[in-house]
């Protein structure tokens, strides 16, 4: 029984930490309780702290397992005691991902079905024990509760922001084809549009009497922009972000709407850091600069970096960002490094800057690309990113190949130099093409990966998948391990063994299936490591020198 916080899959999942909320006035607590007595516990080894090795349990509901039952409870700081909440006809393997309190005796309720594609919102009274269905929610793919924005300060967050002198909730819903901002009356759940056209909100910023800052990219998918809107419908969305600070930004804005943090970067820029006025965007004071390693930077020999779009011959427009070497030249061929994520949490296109690593690689002479598929999270519309529905694994790397092949039409591109590389998603993407798409490309680097769908998280994998009871050809047809017998190139595959989140079971099932198959293949396992690979003298430097040096060795940059 766990009170007051989370399972791990809540905690991964829904981004849900403190299982509590407080009243305004500190009359009452409402708070979750999750029952996992039923939840599957799977057992890690530790091999390296002692010379007997150690079990180390993990409860983990994996795909087709049911969640843990959930329910509410709100205690009286009076008595100390607990009264449960009932919800009319809730599920036991149903998900209640968040709760707030929108006055001091009525607390709002979402609740999610296993599915995940029905929403309901309950009002509960306090004082007469009463739940009140407020607003419901279908889609045919999924409801999304927290968006994958990260350049926003909390997006992970499942509660929302008041509106209309605490009237209206503000949520953002898919349901006209765009990500839209509405206000939702928490008197009879009637929803009003507050972002009108054919664009995406990124996310929500802050929200007050009259005024909601969000973030949003009309016109380049690959940056973020803060916008002002006035709540009441009289007036445009206004651009708040100065044409100085294009590409990737994030606001931390203070509640009475007025300063924010901000932080900028881009392709040419690295980060900085600033504390702004609001709507104004005056700077106050500058926190982070970075005027030390951009001095050093400009000492180097830097890369180039374009943004790119290809249309694959099933019609579908790939955006994508490519990093040139210094000396580049045209007449010459190179080898390409594609860099990949490809699932619903994942956009890797953006105009932020590269990493150190990506500029190293890029001086020895790969030409570096990033490009997003359908089902990642650009601002292209619903249907882009819902396309994916039941079809990870399968969609996405068809994209991705596909899109591939045009850009090995550059006539500076080597297509017999083609080297893929990804980190959990991306890794399972990178499995994904080597065995599906043998013929492009030619080395791959698979790290934390997931090779079988069934062995993942039931919230995620559900969510875009459905339930395997129901659809289980469709868990087999987007997992790697199911082609691993196409594998034909170079494969080094990276895992730590105390991965709690895409566990080391994976690489074991994946290597069976491989010397089954009679396949080849490279292995770096790092012991005791979690999903990040970083714990333990020396270990991201080991990580990444070992994948440059396969890198080169497999994929040879030119000699010259």
């Given at each position: 029984?766990?009170?007051?916080?989370?399972?791990?899959?809540?905690?991964?999942?829904?981004?849900?930490?403190?299982?509590?909320?407080?009243?305004?006035?500190?009359?009452?607590?409402?708070?979750?309780?999750?029952?996992?007595?039923?939840?599957?516990?799977?057992?890690?080894?530790?091999?390296?702290?002692?010379?007997?090795?150690?079990?180390?349990?993990?409860?983990?509901?994996?795909?087709?397992?049911?969640?843990?039952?959930?329910?509410?409870?709100?205690?009286?700081?009076?008595?100390?005691?607990?009264?449960?909440?009932?919800?009319?006809?809730?599920?036991?393997?149903?998900?209640?991902?968040?709760?707030?309190?929108?006055?001091?005796?009525?607390?709002?309720?979402?609740?999610?079905?296993?599915?995940?594609?029905?929403?309901?919102?309950?009002?509960?009274?306090?004082?007469?024990?009463?739940?009140?269905?407020?607003?419901?929610?279908?889609?045919?793919?999924?409801?999304?509760?927290?968006?994958?924005?990260?350049?926003?300060?909390?997006?992970?967050?499942?509660?929302?922001?008041?509106?209309?002198?605490?009237?209206?909730?503000?949520?953002?819903?898919?349901?006209?084809?765009?990500?839209?901002?509405?206000?939702?009356?928490?008197?009879?759940?009637?929803?009003?549009?507050?972002?009108?056209?054919?664009?995406?909100?990124?996310?929500?910023?802050?929200?007050?009497?009259?005024?909601?800052?969000?973030?949003?990219?009309?016109?380049?998918?690959?940056?973020?922009?803060?916008?002002?809107?006035?709540?009441?419908?009289?007036?445009?969305m206004k651009r708040i972000t100065p044409k100085e600070f294009n590409g990737m930004n994030r606001y931390n804005v203070a509640p009475n709407g007025k300063f924010a943090v901000h932080t900028h970067e881009s392709v040419t820029e690295p980060r900085s850091v600033r504390l702004i006025e609001l709507?104004?965007?005056?700077?106050?004071?500058?926190?982070?600069?970075?005027?030390?390693?951009?001095?050093?930077?400009?000492?180097?020999?830097?890369?180039?970096?374009?943004?790119?779009?290809?249309?694959?011959?099933?019609?579908?427009?790939i955006d994508g960002r490519m990093i040139k070497p210094f000396d580049f030249d045209p007449t010459k061929k190179y080898p390409v490094l594609f860099h990949v994520y490809g699932e619903p949490w994942g956009q890797v296109a953006n105009d932020s800057y590269a990493s150190l690593w990506d500029i190293?690689?890029?001086?020895?002479?790969?030409?570096?690309?990033?490009?997003?598929?359908?089902?990642?999270?650009?601002?292209?519309?619903?249907?882009?990113?819902?396309?994916?529905?039941?079809?990870?694994?399968?969609?996405?790397?068809?994209?991705?190949?596909?899109?591939?092949?045009?850009?090995?039409?550059?006539?500076?591109?080597?297509?017999?130099?083609?080297?893929?590389?990804?980190?959990?998603?991306?890794?399972?993407?990178?499995?994904?093409?080597?065995?599906?798409?043998?013929?492009?490309?030619?080395?791959?680097?698979?790290?934390?990966?997931?090779?079988?769908?069934?062995?993942?998280?039931?919230?995620?994998?559900?969510?875009?998948?459905?339930?395997?009871?129901?659809?289980?050809?469709?868990?087999?047809?987007?997992?790697?391990?199911?082609?691993?017998?196409?594998?034909?190139?170079?494969?080094?595959?990276?895992?730590?063994?105390?991965?709690?989140?895409?566990?080391?079971?994976?690489?074991?099932?994946?290597?069976?299936?491989?010397?089954?198959?009679?396949?080849?293949?490279?292995?770096?396992?790092?012991?005791?490591?979690?999903?990040?690979?970083?714990?333990?003298?020396?270990?991201?430097?080991?990580?990444?020198?070992?994948?440059?040096?396969?890198?080169?060795?497999?994929?040879?940059?030119?000699?010259?």
């Open positions: 029984m766990i009170n007051g916080t989370f399972d791990w899959v809540y905690e991964e999942e829904f981004g849900a930490r403190d299982g509590f909320r407080w009243n305004d006035m500190g009359s009452h607590i409402a708070y979750w309780q999750l029952d996992a007595a039923g939840t599957g516990v799977f057992n890690m080894i530790n091999n390296t702290d002692s010379i007997y090795p150690e079990l180390i349990p993990v409860q983990y509901p994996k795909v087709g397992e049911d969640p843990s039952v959930v329910k509410i409870g709100i205690v009286s700081i009076n008595d100390g005691m607990t009264t449960w909440v009932t919800i009319p006809d809730f599920k036991k393997d149903s998900y209640i991902p968040a709760i707030q309190w929108i006055n001091n005796d009525v607390l709002l309720i979402q609740t999610m079905n296993r599915h995940q594609n029905h929403l309901q919102m309950w009002k509960y009274n306090i004082r007469s024990q009463e739940t009140t269905l407020l607003y419901e929610e279908r889609e045919d793919t999924w409801v999304d509760l927290k968006y994958p924005d990260p350049t926003a300060v909390g997006w992970g967050r499942t509660d929302m922001f008041g509106a209309d002198d605490g009237m209206s909730i503000l949520r953002m819903t898919e349901n006209d084809g765009w990500r839209h901002v509405y206000k939702i009356n928490l008197t009879n759940g009637n929803k009003t549009l507050v972002t009108p056209g054919d664009y995406d909100v990124a996310s929500v910023q802050n929200s007050s009497r009259n005024d909601l800052y969000f973030m949003a990219s009309p016109d380049h998918k690959a940056r973020r922009h803060l916008y002002h809107i006035p709540l009441n419908g009289k007036g445009s709507p104004s965007h005056k700077t106050i004071s500058t926190f982070i600069s970075n005027s030390i390693i951009k001095r050093k930077l400009a000492k180097l020999d830097l890369p180039t970096t374009e943004f790119f779009h290809v249309t694959t011959v099933e019609g579908v427009r190293m690689m890029s001086q020895k002479g790969y030409i570096i690309i990033d490009m997003d598929n359908r089902g990642t999270p650009v601002l292209n519309g619903s249907e882009w990113r819902k396309s994916i529905y039941r079809k990870i694994g399968v969609i996405n790397s068809r994209d991705q190949a596909l899109a591939a092949k045009e850009v090995l039409k550059w006539d500076y591109i080597d297509s017999q130099r083609t080297s893929v590389w990804g980190w959990s998603g991306g890794g399972s993407m990178t499995l994904n093409l080597l065995f599906r798409y043998p013929e492009i490309y030619k080395t791959g680097v698979a790290i934390a990966a997931v090779a079988y769908q069934p062995t993942y998280d039931n919230i995620y994998q559900e969510r875009y998948m459905g339930l395997i009871q129901e659809n289980p050809e469709d868990f087999l047809e987007g997992s790697p391990i199911s082609y691993a017998k196409n594998l034909e190139g170079d494969l080094l595959l990276i895992h730590g063994t105390a991965d709690d989140n895409v566990h080391y079971q994976n690489a074991e099932m994946l290597i069976n299936e491989l010397i089954k198959h009679d396949k080849q293949f490279d292995l770096m396992i790092y012991p005791n490591r979690s999903h990040g690979i970083y714990e333990g003298d020396n270990t991201r430097k080991h990580l990444y020198s070992t994948i440059t040096k396969y890198l080169l060795e497999h994929c040879p940059v030119n000699e010259d």
